[in-house]
């Protein structure tokens, strides 16, 4: 699909990226069904408490149920306390404490991951690394098991993330190949991460088919294996993708769906506005008539400026301080098409 203009999500970036047919081959087992999923995800709970349920389920498999929901409450207690812990030790403590059967539950490797989405990336990177030490470990004394794998798969693909926000392209390809080597047909929640990982590696790479294709399957797996709020913010990415491939038509009611649901996730719900916004400038005044042209394109104008006024507020906003550069740059793109269309 022909790119119809410049990208807004950020500066644009250099490099290439994963080897393209490599790649190529990555993103064809990403879109292919997992087997057995169908059915299954039909009858799951709410997406709101799917995760959480699947996570808890791979916990709970072949243990007392009594003693194993015990367990995984201290393990939660405690994870925020041990998490600091190690990030107040030296590197070289906190790089032996993996093994420590004290820091080594999935519970820490949750919290580390939670930590890091708040921290500048090289931070994020160093907590990431640590998380990925505790995962490998976890996945070593429990070979079979099926949460260390989507723990690594987890981990892979956050640091993905982290690696593209400094625009490293081949560390974040790198990282993902590592992930699909982990991927199992009855990890559904991993294959929505990794998909939405590698949609965001794609459009980086400037392979819109790839990266549009990879974005509808995250959508789609984390509907059936998701929260609420991951499918929402999954499909404000799968917005900009469809404004970079001039798409806006299609991505305008994606971001209208989106909207309530990222409400209380700080960055999605600053660029679904700054989306939107682009999308109703993009598509225009839906009538033929003249008269009614007009009205409808004053009400399309005064729903930008209050969607681009609610977004420069949300920037100015002390939560969001950490994605306050790329936030700003981004309102200021936003803003600026805006006055160029009406002028």
Known sequence: MPRARPQLDGPPQQGAGARKHAGARETAAALAPAAGAAGTARSSPAPAAAAAIERLRHRLEGRGLDAQLAAVERERREAPGLVAELLAMPEARRSAAAANARFATPEVVWQLLEVSREAAPAAALEWLGQARKIAIHLAALRPAASLPIQLRVEVSCETAHRQLDRGDLAAAAARLHEAAAELRPDLGYARALYCRALARLRRAEHRWEEALALGDRAVRLLDDHGSTAEMAAAMVEQGWL?????????????????????????????????????????????????????????????RIEALLAEAEWMISQPSAEADQPRLRWLAAQASARCRQTAG
């Open 242 to 302: 469809l404004l970079d491939a001039g798409e806006a038509d299609e991505a305008a009611p994606l971001f209208e769906r989106a909207l309530p649901a990222v409400e209380t996730i700080s960055y999605p719900t600053v660029t679904c506005r700054l989306g939107l916004a682009i999308a109703l400038l993009d598509c225009g005044p839906a009538s033929d008539r003249a008269d009614g042209a007009n009205r409808a394109a004053g009400a399309s104008r005064a």
